[in-house]
């Protein structure tokens, strides 16, 4: 069992930055690909970003290429994303979550392990 817990949400205006990190304990947190996905009302959970085990690979989702960066230390258990320039549409709750797999990363099916998330509020 391994359990992710997300910290670092919060209100920020439009144009700003936050930066989110995830925990992951129980487990050896290298043996794991991480991902970040968010909710926003009304909608459908969303890939937002992946980086595998070691963190040779990383991908994102096109709306925020470019402006969100994810990375990790697998000596600390943790992941981060690094959210600038952000925008009223980032907001959503953003999740972490946790997988033995490094195939269909885009998908939250292929995840195991989930966080209960954290709110993002971008203001216009």
């Known amino acids: 069992q391994v359990h992710v817990e997300e910290s670092g949400g919060g209100l920020v205006q439009a144009g700003g930055s936050l930066s989110l990190s995830c925990t992951a304990s129980g487990r050896t947190f290298s043996s794991y690909a991480m991902g970040w996905f968010r909710q926003a009302p009304g909608k459908e959970r969303e890939f937002v970003a992946y980086i595998g085990r070691s963190g040779g690979s990383i991908d994102y989702a096109n709306s925020v290429k470019g402006r969100f960066t994810i990375s990790r230390d697998n000596a600390k258990n943790t992941v981060y994303l690094q959210m600038n320039s952000l925008k009223p549409e980032d907001t959503a709750v953003y999740y972490c979550?946790?997988?033995?797999?490094?195939?269909?990363?885009?998908?939250?099916?292929?995840?195991?392990?989930w966080g209960q998330g954290t709110q993002v509020t971008v203001s216009s």
């Open positions: 979550a946790a997988t033995g797999y490094s195939y269909y990363y885009s998908n939250a099916n292929t995840y195991n392990y």
